[in-house]
C-alpha cells in the first residue's frame, strides 16, 4: 500500500539534521509521496531543491497569507521567479486568515489574487489555506473560475458539509489532516463522508498539527497513515482503497505520477 502526503513542510528551517531521517521513515511506512509545501521565498526554494534530489517528492512554492505583511518588497518577485522555472508543481500555500490577525484583510486579498492569477497563467493548481474565512475564499474561488480554469486545493479542511458541497462543484479538492483524528472532531468525520472519493486528499501538515496518537508532538509524513485509517474507518471503507484513491488524486492534481 502506498500513502502520498499532500502537504508537507520538509525544510532544514523546520527539521534541521533530522531531515534525511523523516524522508526515510516516510518510505519505510509506505508514505512514498509527498508534495512538499512553501510558506515564504526562502522555504520554496529549499523545497524546491529537495523535490529535486528525492524522488517522489514535488513541491509547491507561495506565501502563507500569515506572513504577507512582513515579508521584504523582493520576495514576492522570489516566488514569481521560482514558479517559472517549471521546477515547481503548485502555487501555494496562499489563501486568508481571518482567524490569526497577522497581516490586514486587504493585503491576505491581494496576496492571494496574485496567487490565484499566477496559478491560472502557469496552468498550476493553487493550494490554499483558509481559517474561518471560507466564504471569502469560495468567493475569490467563483471570481477566479469565471475568468479560466483552475484547479484548487483546500488544505486542511474543516468546513461545513455544505461548504464541502460548494468547494466540491466548483472543482476543489479537500485535504484531511490529524485534526480528523481528534476524539472531538466527529463533525468534521462527518463533512469527510461526503467528499467524493476523487476528491479527497489526505495530509500531515508536517511539522504542524500531529494525529492521533502523536497529538502535541512534532508531525511527519509517516504519521498520514494515522489520517488515512481513520478516514477509512469513518467512511466505511477499506484503508487499501482509500490510500489508492487520495494516492491517485494527488499524483493528478500535482502531476506526479
Ligand atoms: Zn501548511
Excluded at 518577485?77 to 502555487?91: E, I, N
Aim: charged share 25%.
Amino acid at each position: 500500500m502506498a500513502f502520498y502526503d499532500s502537504h508537507c513542510h520538509l525544510d532544514p528551517m523546520r527539521y534541521g539534521e533530522d531531515l534525511p531521517q523523516v524522508i526515510a521513515r516516510a518510505r519505510s511506512a509506505g508514505v512514498t509521496k509527498m508534495t512538499v509545501i512553501g510558506t515564504r521565498a526562502a522555504d520554496s526554494e529549499a523545497a524546491a531543491d529537495l523535490a529535486g534530489r528525492e524522488p517522489g517528492l514535488v513541491s509547491a512554492a507561495g506565501i502563507h497569507p500569515n506572513d504577507v505583511a512582513e515579508i521584504p518588497a523582493d520576495e514576492w518577485d522570489r516566488v514569481v521567479r521560482l514558479l517559472s522555472t517549471g521546477r515547481v508543481r503548485a502555487v501555494g500555500e496562499t489563501g486568508l486568515d481571518w482567524f490569526r490577525d497577522f497581516a490586514p484583510r486587504e493585503l491576505q486579498r491581494d496576496f492571494f489574487d496574485r496567487h490565484l492569477r499566477l496559478a491560472q497563467g502557469l496552468g498550476l493548481p493553487v493550494v490554499i489555506h483558509t481559517r474561518e474565512s471560507i466564504r471569502d475564499t469560495l468567493d475569490m474561488l467563483h471570481d477566479a473560475l469565471r475568468r479560466g480554469p483552475l484547479v484548487p486545493v483546500l488544505h486542511s479542511f474543516t468546513g461545513t458539509p455544505a461548504e464541502a458541497a460548494e468547494a466540491i462543484a466548483m472543482g476543489c479538492y479537500l485535504g484531511f489532516a490529524g485534526m480528523v483524528t481528534f476524539r472531538s472532531a466527529g463533525d468534521l468525520r462527518e463533512v469527510a463522508k461526503t467528499v467524493p472519493l476523487d476528491r479527497l486528499l489526505i495530509e500531515t501538515d508536517s511539522p504542524f498539527l500531529s494525529p492521533e496518537p502523536f497529538r502535541g508532538r512534532r508531525n511527519e509524513p509517516a504519521h498520514v497513515i494515522h489520517t488515512a485509517r481513520c478516514l477509512a474507518i469513518a467512511r466505511g471503507e477499506p484503508l487499501e482503497k482509500l490510500a489508492a484513491a487520495t494516492t491517485a488524486n494527488a499524483e493528478r492534481v500535482f502531476s506526479n505520477g
